[in-house]
């Protein structure tokens, strides 16, 4: 069965107090947060090392990244490898958000290396797509989100594909406290999975947990996961707050 998951962006957030603070808070609230939902943060790259230490105790908080690069090692100044993340216990990874495609040119190319890269290294990759609003409002944005996904994903294998997360975030919602509708993300999510099932099979296409982002908080969590086909939030604004963060793993 796919797994349900709340994944927190914290994003250029916080100094190092702050982050740690913040992961204090989550540690008060362990009891509260739901036990059938995988609990994931992502803080800033510098804390990872630090906060993989933190969490040691605390396994129901995994620890995720923000990037990554797709080499193992070598001159790459400023970059961090699968390798070294798993080194530090990362699970998860986020790959393609969309501040990264537009502020950094990451091209489907690049971030179908990165996928294959963390998957043959054991981390979860949490592969983002959405459309801008002028390509919502051309009423292209079907098409452009399904070649987001075959042009990075769809060389892969069925057993690799089961092994990704994918985070479908309309680019409109994110930070703009602009959600998209239950239905306008259930339709998106519905043809993911279906446009996986009619290419790695129904079995695999069950199997991919497809999460929403885009201003998902506490106020609307609960009708956006209660579509069939959303399976989580990755959440970015609300996830620096811990109660709102707790509240949201409740929401199934
Ligand atoms: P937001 O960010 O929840 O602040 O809209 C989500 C994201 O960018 O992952």
Known sequence: MRKQIVAGNWKMNLDYSEAKALLQDLFKLNKKFNPDTEVVICPSAPYIGVFAELLADHNWLKLGAQNCYYMDNGAFTGEISPIQLKSLNVEYCIVGHSERRDNFNESYD?????VKALVNHGITPIFCCGEQLQVRESNVYRE???KQIEDSLFAFTAEEIVKCVIAYEP???????KTASAEEAQEIHGLIRSRISSQFGEKVASEVSIIYGGSCKPENAAELFAQKDIDGGLIGGASLKADDFCQISNSF
């Open 144 to 146: 452009f989100v399904m």
């Open 110 to 114: 690049l971030l179908s290396k990165k």
């Open 171 to 177: 680019i409109w919602a994110i930070g703009t406290g």
